[in-house]
């Protein structure tokens, strides 16, 4: 079991999560837990950190904000006792989660867990901080914002969990955003990769490392939320499997969006072999993460223009990346636009189905809505547009692809 921030946030809710493994244990289960810090806790940590120094150590750093985890373990398993039931934390260090020494964004490499199975065995709950671990020298590592659901997939891939059970504020994994379409539906069952690709396209449901880890490990995920009253059904969220064990595949599985984008376009580049290589060259040495990708043929003979996306938050620097690499490259300008979102829709479906795409480019014709830029997979198509028509185009796809819930 692991739970999020607002999960952990505050004595009370606490208590809740404490009622909630309680009723996992009276139901005949080990349970290990894996915990985040209370919400809006690693954000002060970071905060604090900042302003004693700009360039924190990042060795330091990770002593810092892996305590709020450590905070959190620590009270659970008091909670878990004061109500009757046997508890033990145990830190990265004790385990020991060993991870790579990547301060600040660390890998998991392996997890010592013979302590842990036998105290289990003897009938504790084991608390685990998420988010930590300890590198090659000894010293505390963390794993990046989000780590937690990653520890909680490496932790129930090392103990060869029946399953994951990853609680958030939400009850499952939907077919887009309820806030936007209030008619969609909660998936029962969604495979490995269309969680994978909807987590990479903007779906804020599970952290994109966690998914990769559960797929290559074969462990089975469900997401579901500790707000809800605790009942015997065993699986009330969304369970995120292997293809093998859906029975009917849907042919999509969802509508996703992101509107931390920005459209780069890089006019007048000589058409030469090379010349779009170095471009890119250049952004990948700032650390750029480039998305979509389209080259286009130049009215002017003998050049081309490329236009891609990047995070929206790396539109700055893209830009003066390219501004110092014009001389070098011979490109004529750069345009760009913050205003754009990029909507995906995901299935795995599509794989034997013709129409998809024509389904998508013709629903949003018909209502006017320009294709700006468009990338694919093989159980994913996604389509850049202007900002202001977002929430008009998930809601339009989602009625397209027959994914209403009924009235």
């Known amino acids: 079991m692991k739970f999020g921030g607002t999960s952990m946030a505050g004595i009370e809710r606490i208590r809740g999560v404490a009622d909630r493994v309680r009723a996992e244990v009276a139901a005949g289960h080990e349970v290990a837990v894996v915990v985040s810090a209370m919400a809006g806790e690693t954000d002060r940590l970071v905060g604090f950190c900042r302003e004693a120094s700009p360039l924190a150590d990042r060795a330091e750093y990770d002593v810092v904000v892996a305590s709020g985890e450590q905070v959190t373990a620590g009270l659970l398993a008091i909670a878990l006792q004061a109500g009757g039931t046997r508890a033990r934390s145990w830190l990265g260090w004790q385990l020991a989660v060993a991870t790579t020494?990547?301060?600040?964004?660390?890998?998991?490499?392996?997890?010592?867990?013979?302590?842990?199975?036998?105290?289990?065995?003897?009938?504790?709950?084991?608390?685990?901080?998420?988010f930590q671990g300890v590198g090659p020298d000894g010293r505390v590592t963390t794993l990046g914002r989000g780590g937690s659901d990653t520890s909680a997939v490496a932790l129930a891939a090392a103990l060869r969990a029946d399953r994951c059970d990853i609680y958030t504020d939400v009850d499952g994994v939907y077919t887009t955003d309820p806030r936007i379409v209030p008619r969609a539906r909660k998936l029962a069952r969604i495979t490995y990769e269309e969680m994978l690709e909807l987590a990479s396209v903007g779906a804020k449901v599970l952290q994109t490392r966690s998914v990769e880890l559960a797929m290559k490990e074969k462990v089975r995920v469900q997401v579901l939320s500790s707000f809800t009253a605790i009942g015997n059904d065993p699986t009330p969220g969304t369970l995120v499997v292997d293809e093998d064990e859906i029975v009917e595949q849907e042919l999509i599985a969802g509508v996703a969006y992101n509107r931390n984008e920005a459209k780069l376009t890089v006019a007048g580049v000589p058409d030469k072999p090379g010349v779009v290589a170095a471009i890119f060259a250049a952004l990948a040495a700032a650390n750029v993460n480039v998305d979509m990708i389209v080259q286009n043929i130049a009215y002017v003979a003998g050049t081309t223009d490329v236009t891609f996306t990047v995070p929206r938050t790396e539109l700055a620097l893209s830009e003066d990346v390219l501004a110092k690499a014009q001389g070098t490259i011979g490109f004529e300008h750069v345009t760009s636009d913050a205003a754009v979102a990029k909507i995906s829709v995901v299935g795995v479906g599509m794989r034997s189905h013709a129409g998809v795409a024509v389904t998508m480019f013709k629903a949003l014709g018909d209502r006017g809505i320009n294709i700006q830029a468009i990338t694919t997979s093989e159980i994913k198509i996604s389509v850049l547009i202007a900002e202001e028509y977002t929430e008009l185009a998930v809601r339009v796809l989602h009625t397209a692809y027959g994914l209403d819930a009924a009235a």
């Open 101 to 130: 020494d990547a301060h600040a964004s660390a890998r998991i490499e392996d997890i010592t867990t013979d302590a842990m199975l036998a105290d289990l065995a003897a009938g504790r709950v084991a608390v685990v901080p998420g």
